[in-house]
């Protein structure tokens, strides 16, 4: 008989969730002038084959930054100017070492008030 993996349900949290060989993780923060981490967490002994989606519901003038960062290095960053398109509502493609400690973060750079901002992070697990 083949051992069932089942699923963890820790969301809406920073956590990630693992269903058989898939895997997601999605959160939502109050986002200020402060850099404001929206997911955090450890990957296993697997890598992840997936993509990161930001958005924030308002368009309201603001000028936000988006972060990824994998064992406290940066390695995803933009910045959704509400002069330009709205970059932030769109799927960015991201392969996650095993091991890693990964950080999702966004900033509001020219806000007065804090804006709901909305991170998921969805994929395949490999090497499970």
């Known amino acids: 008989m083949a051992k069932k993996q089942i699923a963890t ?4 949290n920073k ?3 693992v269903v058989g060989t898939h895997c997601y993780a999605y959160n939502n923060a109050a986002v200020g002038t402060a850099e404001t981490t929206i997911l955090e967490f450890t990957t296993g002994k697997f890598y992840i084959v997936g993509q990161i989606h930001y958005s924030k519901n308002t368009f309201d003038g603001d000028d936000m930054q988006y972060q990824l960062y994998f064992n406290g290095s940066l390695v995803l960053g933009f910045t959704d100017q509400y002069s330009a398109n709205d970059f932030a509502d769109q799927a960015y ?5 095993p091991l890693t ?6 900033t509001d750079d020219t806000g007065d008030n804090a804006r709901p ?7 395949r697990i490999y090497n499970a």
């Not at 400690?101 to 966004?106: D, E, G, M, P, Y």
């Open 9 to 12: 349900f820790l969301a809406p």
């Open 15 to 17: 956590g990630l969730s």
């Open 93 to 97: 493609p991201i392969v996650i070492p």
């Open 101 to 106: 400690l990964v950080k999702a973060t966004s």
């Open 117 to 123: 901002v909305f991170c998921s992070i969805t994929g």
